[in-house]
């Protein structure tokens, strides 16, 4: 079972070696869904110029290569070949991607190792919107990898280090441990931080302690550590909160925070020098990868060490990338993160190649996260002007969700379930199906919506498809029935499907779930159509052809759940 496009892309292309010359095996037969047939082959158009023959000449040509080919080619207009496929033939593909367990998607091979930075969020302060969409982009991505068998390593690059602890450990004593840890717990990290941040503003006393608490931290003080283990732990506990709403696969084992590189951040300052890589500059220890220049036209610096000797998120970042290569043994490392922050990376890959600690085998890629907008175009932010809470705003879909669904009579946990379902799809979804580097403004009605390209929309496709299987009074994985591609509609979804393996590849391959997302927006769509032409289990259908639709029923609702699940979509049983 394969996608028919990449089996029309190899016919073609042996059709055009065997009629031109192996020189032309490797072209690009230029294979496109088409509004005359299934498919348009507009190779010959080109080829054509090139050989100085005529384009339709060129076509007939490759027809006449095609004459088994499991379907009919016409040639058109200047020299398009219109291909249409046997409806037996997508059949049957169809049924063998029934048939298997991994429907017809592929494994990568060799496998390899993909570590993926993402979440990464800052303990100093409430984790805001601006992490909802590293978090969520980046677990869809962490889960196509592990699907198509790739091992993955989560890395979650919390911010839990810096010299903002210095005030976050004296305002933690102050108001007592206790304290601190319900209000840390409760996701009241920004009141939290914002407290410590007036006091330090205002008094004298408090920003030398704060100061000379810094100091003990950096030198790994016993009681100093405790208390930052108390304040991140309880920090730790509020994500993990989050984390579970959202069904995002995170766990403490995947926190390798900012702290976790400090032993090595010493040498590998030393080492950046020592090779050269990173010169002092007025104070600092710099690297300066060739091409990143300021707008005074002069070298831009990439500061590894301070000229107080702190260090910072570069000198992190530089520890990470050298141990993510070395010791996790990456063949790719994803940092899932704000697009605000591409020169940060450019100049951090240009500088670890530089040193050698980035080899060609190795990719490391920004994957950029566009902003997360209000309805007024600007950056969401709650009605006080301050950056939203995420606790706050998942509520509120989750309420929302509740509400729409309120008049459907199920019982109080059922609803709770739905709604929290249909809420989280609906954030995660909306999320992830604009490309990653768009901007795309939160709407709660669109977002909601139950048409359109929305998360409750497929996922009420998939209910409606259990449901249908309920009425049937058998399991989808019980059909024995073959899938037969009678109606029109019956085939445009059966060949729609036969796409999915490979689309999986390719949105692995450059980081695309928002493909995913357009792909199962069609499938429901084309279900739906289906579903309207093609009764099931009414009365009047013969027991030969609902078995055949079951089947079909059956091979879609497969794709649906799979496909969500790599999205991290949930699906509510009934909706
Ligand atoms: N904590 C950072 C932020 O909120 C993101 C960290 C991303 N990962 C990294 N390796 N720098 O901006």
Redesign the pocket.
Known sequence: MTDPQIVLTERVQQALAHAFGPEHADADPLIRPSQFADFQANVALSLGKRLRRAPREVAEAIKAELSDFPGTVEVSGPGFLNITLDDSWIASEAQQMAADPRLGVGMITPSQTVVV??S???AAKEMHV??LR?TIVGDSLARLHEHLGNTVIR?N???DWGTPFGMLIEHLLDIGEEAAVAQLEAGMGTEFYQAARVKFDGDEAFRQRARSRVTTLQGGDPTTMRLWHVFMDATVRYFNKLYELLGVTLTNADIAG?SMYNPMLERTCDDLEASGTAVMSEGALCVFPPGFTGSDDKPLPLIIRKSDGGYG?AT??MA??RYRVHDLKADRIL????N??TL??KM?FAAAKLAGWLPDSVSAEHIQIGMMLGKDGRRFRTRSGESAKLMDLLQEAIDRASAAISERGYDEATRNEIARYVGMGAVKYADLSVSHDSEYVLDFDRMLSFTGNTGPYIQYATARIRSIFRKAGIQPANVKASIVLAAPAERALGLHLLGFGELLMQITADSEPHRLCNFLFQTASLFSTFFEECPVIKAGVDPETRDHRLALCALTLRVLETGLDLLGVPVPERM
């Not at 940092?335 to 704000?338: K, L, R, S, T």
Request: aromatic residues 14%.
């Open positions: 930075d993402y990464a969020p800052n601006g992490h590293t890395q690059h919390l911010g900012e998120y992190t970042d990470a990338i940092y899932v993160v704000g605000e922050q940060h990376f951090v």
